[in-house]
């Protein structure tokens, strides 16, 4: 069986949306995340979900029913694009190794130079102080955007 990933990505070359990850879920359940610029529409789940219908058959890729959604607003950061494109936004890193004591940071992210990315942290430390974590991508083990959401709809 092909990489199920690579048969996602190969099947939404020419559409306007970009794949962020595809997982298998129990009872035959496969989702498929995609987002783009300006957020994901209805119609775009619609004709990617028609797009890889066609292409999981034709490639024999099991599964009983097809997810496509949005990543929501917690979205991973898979690939270095990702940092750079969410600069400026409020995110959670878990590290591998501890820095301080600690491997999870949330914070604003920062990007300097997005050619050749210099990724840093500006964060809150336990007594208050700001403080700013450099960071590199392979420091990483995962992260995603962390937003602040107000459900009473004031403004902060």
Same mark, same amino acid.
């Given at each position: 069986?092909? *990489?199920?990933?690579? #048969?996602?990505? &190969?099947?939404?070359?020419? %559409?306007? !949306? +970009?794949?962020?990850?595809?997982? @298998? ?18 119609? *775009?789940?619609?004709? #990617?979900?028609? &797009?890889?219908?066609?292409? %999981?058959? !034709? +490639?024999?890729?099991?599964?009983? @029913? ?32 501890? !820095? ?39 420091? !990483? ?16």
């Amino acid at each position: 069986m092909a *990489d199920i990933f690579t #048969v996602t990505q &190969q099947a939404l070359l020419g %559409f306007d !949306v +970009e794949l962020v990850e595809v997982e @298998r879920a129990p009872l035959g359940v496969l989702r498929v995340f995609i987002d783009r610029p300006g957020g994901v529409r209805i119609e *775009d789940c619609e004709q #990617v979900s028609h &797009q890889l219908s066609h292409a %999981f058959e !034709v +490639e024999n890729i099991d599964y009983k @029913r097809l997810e496509v959604s949005s990543p929501g607003v917690d979205r991973p950061l898979r690939r270095l694009a990702d940092y750079v494109r969410f600069a400026g936004q409020r995110v959670e890193i878990r590290l591998h190794e501890a !820095v301080d004591s600690r491997k999870v940071f949330t914070g604003i992210l920062r990007v300097a130079n997005p050619d050749a990315p210099v990724l840093s942290l500006d964060y809150e430390d336990q007594s208050g102080q700001q403080r700013t974590l450099p960071f590199s991508f392979d420091d !990483v083990d995962r992260a995603h955007l962390d937003p602040v959401l107000d459900f009473k709809g004031k403004k902060r």
